[in-house]
């Protein structure tokens, strides 16, 4: 989305750790939009565009992998990552999609790979790998804006991403948001109340 006249842009670098298997357990990071909203003054941001960026500090170029798992191991196995923006902290990430009260946008990376015998050459080893990406991103589910008075917080959870690079570090999630600063009515506010009770 290309930035309108009256367009803030703002960015922020959030860390995440995975444990040793490969897993982060639900946690948030904060955007501090205490510049832009305030419920006192009637001040908000109408939320156009939420990017995701994760990064790898440890790869060649910080780059994080396209593939989340080890490639070699025999069996059938799955690494997901799950990103969201919201303005509601949920305790469980499963309870998380396009229809949940108070979410913007939605990211999930997932590989799964199957390895019958691994010890066997390439050209004859029964093998499969599929790698998806899904985006639900704030224009496609509040093309005008998703007004918000509040922080917004950034979840994010990973499970079975057992690639070595990847187990036991500290990594990134860069976020950017472009938004636009607006006055909020009391109908805006009655519109909040009634998305955040949508299901």
């Given amino acids: 989305m290309a930035k309108g006249s009256n367009d803030v842009i703002l960015r922020d670098r959030l860390q995440f750790d995975i444990d040793t298997n490969g897993n982060t357990a639900l946690v948030y990071g904060r955007v501090d939009l205490s510049d832009y909203v305030s419920i006192v003054e009637n001040k908000g941001l109408a939320i156009k565009e939420v990017r995701f960026q994760l990064r790898d500090p440890s790869a060649g170029l ?4 396209s593939v989340m798992l080890d490639p070699f ?4 196995f799955s690494s997901t990552v799950k990103i969201f923006a919201t303005t509601t902290a949920y305790e469980l990430i499963t309870d998380v999609g396009i229809a949940s009260p108070n979410v913007l946008c939605v990211m999930t990376k997932e590989s799964t790979n199957y390895v019958a015998d691994p010890t066997q050459p390439l050209a004859t080893r029964n093998s499969s790998l599929v790698v ?3 985006w639900y991103g704030t224009p496609d589910l509040h ?3 998703y007004d918000v008075v509040a922080d917004l917080l950034i979840g994010i959870g990973l499970n079975n991403c057992d690639l070595t690079q990847l187990q036991s ?9 472009i938004a636009e600063p607006k006055k909020i009515t009391q109908k805006d ?3 909040m109340l009634t998305q955040a009770q949508d299901l």
């Fill in 73 to 76: 191991i025999a069996g059938t």
């Fill in 189 to 191: 506010m009655t519109q």
């Fill in 132 to 134: 998806t990406d899904e």
């Fill in 169 to 177: 570090s500290t990594c990134e999630l860069d976020v950017m948001i």
């Fill in 62 to 65: 910080g780059t994080w992998p």
């Fill in 143 to 145: 093309p005008e804006g």
